[in-house]
């Protein structure tokens, strides 16, 4: 079966790797293991290319899950796409991934400070947003500060993996009611800031805070009665 090895998830960090062509589908490439982060979670698919040894260069317009575990890379452009079996180096786009990871992680931290339970969020390269269910009235400098300050700490961010059965015995650990973490591989990946932050996550983050860089919360939104929608942005 095809399933691609997913690098970023032992090491966010990978700019590029050597893989093989495993699989061609109607909606883009899969490969036997991938650098490129696929659409979920509220953070977009990577983008890129894939480059075969004889030059041939193709742009990868946003990488998606397929099934299975597969991640699929659907290619812009007329070029025949690479073959099956053919050797290919994959390249994502590092300075639009990095600010994904800086406003993933960043996103932590925001509901770190507001602990409330979240029902669905955003992330861009330029900015954030989380939806909170919640009625009270957020501090848009209250907020800004208390995140600036986690930042400005340079708290670690660790992954560690658990059990399908380890999560259930602590349900606590699940505060997104929107976004359940992906079952049925046997085993999930924990997000952990230490003092700061633990609950299941599948993203890409930054080594440690400070690599976010300062934010704001720009606006907050009253979505109804249970819902405050938070955006934040690169100061
Ligand atoms: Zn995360």
Request: glycine share 10%; proline share 6%.
């Amino acid at each position: 079966m095809a399933v691609t090895e997913q690098l970023f998830q032992h090491d966010a960090y990978l700019r590029r790797c050597e893989t093989q062509v495993v699989e061609l589908l109607p909606e883009g490439v899969v490969l036997d293991s991938t650098v490129f982060y696929p659409l979920g979670g509220g953070q977009p698919g990577d983008t890129g290319v894939l480059r075969a040894h004889d030059g041939r260069e193709w742009r990868v317009v946003g990488a998606r899950k397929g099934e299975g575990g597969r991640v699929v890379h659907p290619l812009a452009g007329d070029l025949p796409p690479p073959a099956v079996g053919e050797q290919v180096e994959a390249i994502i786009d590092w300075d639009r991934r990095h600010a994904h990871m800086r406003m993933h992680s960043c996103l932590h931290l925001l509901g770190s400070v507001l602990r409330y339970g979240v029902t669905g969020g955003q992330i861009t390269a330029e900015k954030s947003r989380l939806d909170f269910d919640t009625q009270e009235e957020i501090d848009p400098v209250r907020v800004t500060d208390a995140v600036n300050a986690l930042i400005a700490a340079d708290h670690q961010l660790r992954s560690s993996w658990i059990t399908d059965e380890e999560l259930d015995r602590q349900p606590e650990l699940i505060r997104t009611m929107s976004v359940q973490p992906p079952r049925g591989a046997g085993r999930i990946r924990l997000l952990e800031i230490p003092g700061v932050d633990l609950q299941p996550c599948g993203g890409t983050h930054v080594a440690s805070t400070g690599e976010i860089g300062p934010v704001a919360v720009t606006k907050v939104e009253n979505k109804g009665r249970h819902n405050r929608r938070v955006y934040i942005a690169f100061a």
